[in-house]
């Protein structure tokens, strides 16, 4: 178990149960004779799949969020699931369903079923507009009531299953808002434009730059194989994305070691830094590999 910190102990609700070392060591799939790297590419497809599927939904970001932790969760430790018996689209998709029903947006099975079954029909990565160009023949993602009640059992079984194995603990802290409550704390917000933008040029304030990029750094820290948001607690996740988004848009910080102060020590921040700053080339490996598969099955 990882030490308390100030806000465990103070705001419970924003802190989230982390795995154990024991856990990240191995997985159910693991032991089942599945590679960390298979295991990583999985997660990383339910991950852009739940994204994509939320999206369409018109789900809110901190929903399609809390099923992606959910679903990760699912397969953490020698306890967890394996993707062997319980495959990344099932989890993936009761995921999103359970994170939709435990919040103020809930989704019918239907709805769920249809969009899934439209994304699994689209390409592996797509945009995560609605309202994109793609067109694709709807017999081919289209649901007959048959097949429908067969998914909508497998759905409910699956959200069972999720909820025998987690424990019944789905409760999820998300680091967005902690993010924004910390650029208020550092007056982020305050600072001027760059006076080198170009005119035309959307009006947004460097401050206001930072924050979107935070939020980005966050987003894509869900897809990360190094399970950040089971490793670290929101506060450490709103700080280093503050760091890295800072430092990445060129607006400078305190100069003291203002992290400190959000209870993050400095070992901690640098690993998350460095982590997030991975993901992109992470996304650029995975998205290759799926070229690849695709070139060759084609053949």
């Given at each position: 178990m990882t030490r308390p910190t100030t806000t465990s102990i103070t705001q419970p609700h924003l802190c989230n149960p982390l795995a154990t070392i024991d856990q990240l060591s191995?997985?159910?799939?693991?032991?089942?004779?599945?590679?960390?790297?298979?295991e990583d590419t999985a997660r990383y497809r339910g991950a852009i799949m739940t994204q994509r599927a939320g999206i369409l939904?018109?789900?809110?970001?901190?929903?399609?969020?809390k099923a992606i932790i959910i679903s990760v969760r699912f397969y953490v430790g020698p306890e967890g699931g394996s993707l062997r018996d319980h495959p990344i689209d099932l989890i993936s998709v009761a995921s999103l369903y359970l994170?939709?029903?435990?919040?103020?947006?809930?989704?019918?099975?239907r709805n769920v079923l249809n969009v899934w079954a439209y994304?699994?029909?689209?390409?592996?990565?797509?945009?995560s507009s609605p309202d994109g160009e793609e067109d694709y023949d709807p017999e081919v993602y289209y649901l007959t009531e048959n097949i429908y009640l067969s998914q909508r059992k497998t759905l409910i079984n699956t959200e069972t299953e999720i909820l025998q194995r987690l424990g019944f603990q789905v409760h999820v802290a998300l680091p967005y808002t902690v993010a924004i409550?910390?650029?208020?704390?550092?007056?982020?917000?305050h600072i001027k434009n760059d006076e080198t933008e170009q005119e035309g040029e959307?009006?947004?304030?460097?401050?206001?730059?930072?924050a979107k990029r935070t939020f980005e750094h966050l987003t894509a820290a869900l897809y990360s194989p190094q399970l950040l948001y089971l490793t670290h607690q929101p506060t450490a996740l709103a700080t280093a994305g503050i760091y890295l988004a800072a430092r990445e848009i060129g607006v400078k910080l305190p100069e003291c070691?203002?992290?400190r102060v959000f209870d993050v020590e400095r070992e901690e921040l640098g690993f998350l830094v460095l982590a997030m700053g991975s993901m992109r080339g992470f996304a650029e490996r995975e998205k290759l590999k799926e070229?690849?598969?695709?070139?060759?099955?084609?053949?």
């Open positions: 191995t997985s159910g799939s693991r032991l089942d004779g599945i590679s960390k790297e298979e939904l018109r789900l809110p970001q901190d929903v399609i969020a994170a939709a029903k435990i919040s103020s947006h809930p989704q019918s099975p994304c699994r029909t689209s390409v592996p990565y797509p945009s409550n910390y650029l208020q704390a550092l007056d982020i917000f959307e009006e947004m304030g460097q401050g206001q730059k930072v070691e203002w992290w070229k690849e598969l695709l070139e060759m099955q084609e053949r």
